[in-house]
């Protein structure tokens, strides 16, 4: 299983970014997706989270502002990012467990102008 994270890029204060992120290969069953994010000198964080039944979790500041949603059909995972903050900027990866084995996209800069 590969996956390929895009829709990274520069965006004002206020404004709004769409990632997404595709699974090569199947991964019919029960998985999780998940979108973390890493900011220069910061560990890496779980920003939202949609397991294979729906279920969603969010980091609390992301709340509110963000929205995480799959396509199964494609094997696809979303992250709709509104009202965008200059401390969201970072690198974005999405991640899938899948058989208990965590799969990870190569990143997508995401930075946000104040």
């Known amino acids: 299983v590969q996956l390929q994270a895009s829709g990274g890029g520069l965006v004002q204060a206020g404004g709004s970014l769409r990632l997404s992120c595709a699974a090569s290969?199947?991964?019919?069953?029960?998985?999780?997706w998940a979108w973390y994010r890493q900011a220069p000198g910061k560990e890496r964080e779980l920003v939202a989270s949609?397991?294979?039944?729906?279920?969603?979790n969010y980091l609390d500041s992301a709340k509110g502002r963000f929205t995480i949603s799959r396509d199964n059909t494609k094997n696809t995972v979303y992250l709709e990012m509104n009202r965008l903050k200059f401390e969201d900027t970072a690198v974005y990866y999405c991640?899938?467990?899948?058989?208990?084995?965590?799969?990870w996209g190569q990143g997508t800069q995401v930075t946000v102008s104040s």
């Open positions: 949609i397991t294979s039944g729906g279920s969603t």
């Open positions: 290969g199947s991964v019919i069953g029960i998985n999780m």
């Open positions: 991640s899938l467990r899948f058989r208990n084995i965590d799969y």
